[in-house]
């Protein structure tokens, strides 16, 4: 069984940063595309960054030039780092994976249980 763990949320005053992190576990032979999500209080989840496997990025415009995606395909993780945090930043972090491989299995999408960034004015 995949499954996804987020870490690094918390508070953070507007202006500062923040690193999420996300684990993947489980017998994992290959992942197409890692990404963070997020999804605001009383709003769709929506796109904040991918990274295929490859290394080619995507960021949303909301926060492109104040974060950066990477990943360490060898351990199955990836990570956000996030600067100049806004108020509109608040939001709850979900990690994807979309094309896992496993030895039984391809799972087409795999969920983090997310985790809470709030930015304070």
């Known amino acids: 069984q995949v499954q996804l763990v987020e870490s690094g949320g918390g508070l953070v005053q507007a202006g500062g940063s923040l690193r999420l992190s996300c684990a993947a576990s489980g017998t994992i032979l290959s992942i197409d595309v890692m990404g963070w999500y997020r999804q605001a209080p009383g709003k769709e989840r929506e796109l904040v960054a991918t990274i295929t496997s490859s290394g080619i990025t995507n960021y949303a415009d909301s926060v492109k030039g104040r974060s950066t995606i990477s990943s360490d395909n060898a351990n199955d993780m990836v990570y956000l780092q996030m600067n100049s945090l806004k108020p509109e930043d608040t939001a709850v972090y979900y990690c994807?994976?979309?094309?896992?491989?496993?030895?039984?299995?391809?799972?087409?999408?795999?969920w983090g249980q997310g985790t809470l960034v709030t930015v304070s004015p």
């Open positions: 994807a994976a979309e094309g896992v491989v496993t030895p039984k299995n391809r799972h087409l999408e795999v």
